[in-house]
Each structure stands twice: as structure tokens, then as C-alpha cells.
């Protein structure tokens, strides 16, 4: 049995886990970041990885019952993220496997939010919603990679949710609050931007914030931006699907918590005859088993390693720029 140690560290999580080449998660012990005044300074997560760091990839072997001489390699998340946090990972990551004398694989974080929905859903080949706080993409696997077919040309949605809870006063994260809200709204019309297979969200914010500031509703503008902006997305993942010619779609990221997005998408889904999945909510945020398990593919499929005297972060890795060595 081959078994491998993950660390998480882009942004706000720093976490170790422990899966094996089953699919099995032995375990995954995450720690994010919090602060009582809001904002994310990049350093501060940084000290905060630092200082929790050797605590969590002890605790992740013990809950897993594994010693470190049976770990047959580590791996770490590359990129993308913000560099102060990704450093902490790498260094991490660098030292157990010197210490050890194991490979060291770099994953792809965004390949790994994919790859562990893909195991926990058992889909096979989907079409990928992803939708977090700082990403919304439509990603599918298509001549030996994962291609990118549409994604936001500003913020993401999550972020595009938050920032108009945030205007509005319904604190953080305002992802929930305003699904809750919006099941009293009635429909008033937004601005509806998709461009090609891209899509805008910032406009729309900005126009349902002032439409507040003029005395709509919270539930009307709530109920309103989810319609659209979900809408939004349902469509360019229809064309995907069709134009790919694959029969799932799989959404993940926080924002697949919504119940009313999930109903949007299964309903096209049903029309065109393909199934919709959502990845199990507790595996939507970061964590450190996607990225262990996102390791073990590639420890499985390519032997390259990374050379532990040049290994770097990447922090603008794009999905397309990996090479997905593991689906034959
Ligand atoms: P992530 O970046 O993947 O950790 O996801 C966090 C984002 O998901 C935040 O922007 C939240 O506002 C959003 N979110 C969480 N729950 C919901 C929900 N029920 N509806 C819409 N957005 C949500
Ligand atoms: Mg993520």
C-alpha cells in the first residue's frame, strides 16, 4: 500500500493529511486563520502557518496511526496562492522529505479541489463548476488537460456575494444569509453579463448595491442575484456540457452550499440527459486530504519528482499549465 502526506498552505488553512492509494483519507487536520478585525494581512497568516506547522503534520500522523518511515513520499500545494503562505508549505514540505529522503511531489491546488470531488463524488469525467470565494471557473478535461472553458473576468462569486452582504450589513460571509433572504424576494431585473463563455459579476454588484441604496428590499436584490448570477452560470456550464459532449457536471467550492444553484444545475442537467453531483460540503473548502490525494496521482502516474534544491512555489498556476499525467 503506497501512503502519502499532503500539506495545505495557499491561504487562509494550513493543514496536513494522510491518504493512501485506496482513496482512503486517513486523516486531515486543518487549521485556518481568523481575526476579529476582518481583513487578511498576508503576513500574519504566514506567522500563523509557521507557528501551528510541525503541531498539525504531527497530530495528521498519529490520527492516522502512521509513522513517518512508512510515508513513501509528500507533497505540498505549489500554487496558486499567496506566496507568504505557500512558502510555509514548501518549507515544510522540503524538510520532512530530506529528513525522510522521500519524493517530493508539487500539486495544483485548484486540480486538487477537481480531483478530490472527482473521488468523493465517483464521478468520472464531469464538467466542473467551481465556485469559491476567490474563483469561479468552468473547467473540463479535454486532449490531456484540464482546460479552462469559462471563468469570471473580475472578482468570483463567492467574493461578489460577500461584498454585497458586506454593503448591505449582513456580516461575513454573506454567501448563507443571503440564500436565506432570498427565499422572501420576488424577481427584479439586474444586469445579466456574460461575455463568450466568460462571465462579469462586479457590475451586477455594484447595480444591486445601489438599487438598495434606493430603497429595494434586501430580499428582492438577495433573491434577484442569486436568479442572475446563478443563471449566469448554469448557462455557460450548459455549453460546456454540450460542447464537450460529457454526460456530468460536478460542483464545487463554497458556494456549492446553495441549495438554489444546485437546483439550477440539476434541472439542466435533466434536460440534457447528464447527472449532477456536488462535492460533499465539508471537502468544498481548503483542506489538506484533496491535496494529499491530488499527490498520490501524480506519485502513481509520473516519477517527477521535484528536486529538493530547486523546488519553488508557483503562485499564479493555472489549471491549464499542469501536465495531467494520471487520467489515461
Ligand atoms: P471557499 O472560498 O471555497 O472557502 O468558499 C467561501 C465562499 O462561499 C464565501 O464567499 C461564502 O460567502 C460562500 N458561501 C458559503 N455558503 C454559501 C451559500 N449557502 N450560498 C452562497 N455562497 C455561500
Ligand atoms: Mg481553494
Redesign the pocket.
Known amino acids: 500500500m503506497v501512503i502519502g502526506l499532503g500539506i495545505e498552505s495557499t491561504a487562509h488553512t494550513f493543514g496536513a493529511a494522510i491518504v493512501n492509494d485506496k482513496g482512503k483519507i486517513l486523516s486531515n487536520v486543518n487549521k485556518t486563520f481568523t481575526t476579529e478585525k476582518g481583513g487578511m494581512n498576508p503576513s500574519d497568516v504566514a506567522k500563523h502557518h509557521r507557528k501551528y506547522a510541525d503541531e498539525i503534520i504531527l497530530r495528521a500522523l498519529s490520527e492516522a496511526k502512521i509513522k513517518e518511515k512508512n510515508l513513501d513520499f509528500i507533497t505540498f500545494s505549489q500554487g496558486p496562492g499567496l506566496p507568504p503562505s505557500l512558502v510555509v508549505g514548501k518549507e515544510k514540505a522540503k524538510e520532512l522529505a530530506s529528513k525522510l529522503q522521500i519524493p517530493l511531489v508539487g500539486s495544483n491546488h485548484i486540480c486538487a479541489h477537481l480531483e478530490i470531488g472527482k473521488l468523493l463524488t465517483k464521478t468520472k469525467d464531469p464538467v466542473f463548476v467551481f465556485v469559491?470565494?476567490?474563483?469561479t471557473q468552468i473547467i473540463a478535461y479535454e486532449s490531456e488537460r484540464y482546460r479552462i472553458f469559462g471563468e469570471t473576468l473580475d472578482v468570483?462569486?463567492?467574493?461578489a456575494?460577500?461584498k454585497f452582504?458586506r454593503d448591505i450589513n449582513l456580516g461575513?460571509?454573506?454567501?448563507?444569509k443571503?440564500?436565506e433572504l432570498a427565499k422572501k424576494g420576488k424577481y427584479i431585473e439586474l444586469p445579466y453579463i456574460v461575455k463568450g463563455m466568460d462571465l462579469s459579476f462586479s457590475g451586477i454588484v455594484t447595480y444591486a448595491i445601489q438599487s438598495h441604496k434606493k430603497g429595494i428590499g434586501k430580499e428582492d436584490l438577495c433573491y434577484s442575484l442569486q436568479e442572475t448570477c446563478f443563471s449566469m452560470l448554469t448557462e455557460v456550464a450548459e455549453r460546456a456540457l454540450a460542447h464537450c459532449n460529457k454526460k456530468e457536471v460536478l460542483l464545487i467550492?463554497?458556494?456549492a452550499?446553495?441549495?438554489r444553484?444546485c437546483e439550477m444545475l440539476d434541472k439542466m442537467c435533466k434536460q440534457r440527459k447528464a447527472k449532477f453531483y456536488s462535492a460533499p460540503l465539508k471537502h468544498?473548502?481548503?483542506h489538506a486530504a484533496m491535496i494529499a490525494w491530488q499527490g498520490m496521482l501524480q506519485f502513481k502516474s509520473d516519477k517527477n519528482f521535484l528536486d529538493l534544491d530547486e523546488i519553488d512555489i508557483l503562485p499564479k498556476w493555472r489549471i491549464d499549465e499542469v501536465e495531467v499525467s494520471w487520467i489515461k
Open positions: 469559491s470565494g476567490a474563483n468570483g462569486m463567492g467574493n456575494l460577500d452582504g461575513f460571509p454573506a454567501g448563507p443571503i440564500e467550492g463554497g458556494v452550499a446553495n441549495k444553484l468544498c473548502g481548503d
